[in-house]
């Protein structure tokens, strides 16, 4: 059974850095697209980062103060926020797509989701 879990999220000051961290179990990350959404209450899921897998293609970011890295012999992702502005708050989750390993835009092709992680930007 696939299973997904972000942390490493919190309360940050406006101008900081966070990073989070998604820890997967039952699958290995390093084949497939691994994608790092977020959602603000009362709005839809949107894709802020994505690392294919290794056979994939469209790595991606929203922004350039965010960066997506894996660590393969961990089973891990990471999306490492830096700059972070009031607007960033939001809950953000990671997801997997097991039927390709590239990169899609839309929530409906991730097959498999994590619980979530709060991350808040106020002063």
């Known amino acids: 059974q696939v299973q997904l879990q972000e942390s490493g999220g919190g309360l940050v000051q406006p101008g900081g850095s966070l990073r989070l961290t998604c820890t997967a179990s039952?699958?290995?990350?390093?084949?497939?697209?691994t994608a790092w959404f977020r959602q603000i209450s009362g709005k839809e899921r949107e894709r802020v980062a994505c690392i294919p897998g290794s056979d994939g293609t469209g790595l991606y970011t929203a922004s350039d103060r965010f960066t997506a890295s894996a660590d393969n012999a961990k089973n891990e992702v990471y999306l490492q926020m830096s700059s972070l502005i009031p607007e960033d708050t939001a809950v953000y989750y990671c997801?997997?797509?097991?039927?390709?390993?590239?990169?899609?835009?839309?929530?409906?092709?991730?097959?498999?989701w994590g619980q979530g992680t709060q991350v808040t930007v106020s002063s």
């Open positions: 997801a997997i797509d097991i039927d390709r390993p590239s990169c899609t835009i839309r929530a409906g092709f991730y097959d498999y």
């Open positions: 039952g699958s290995t990350l390093a084949d497939y697209a």
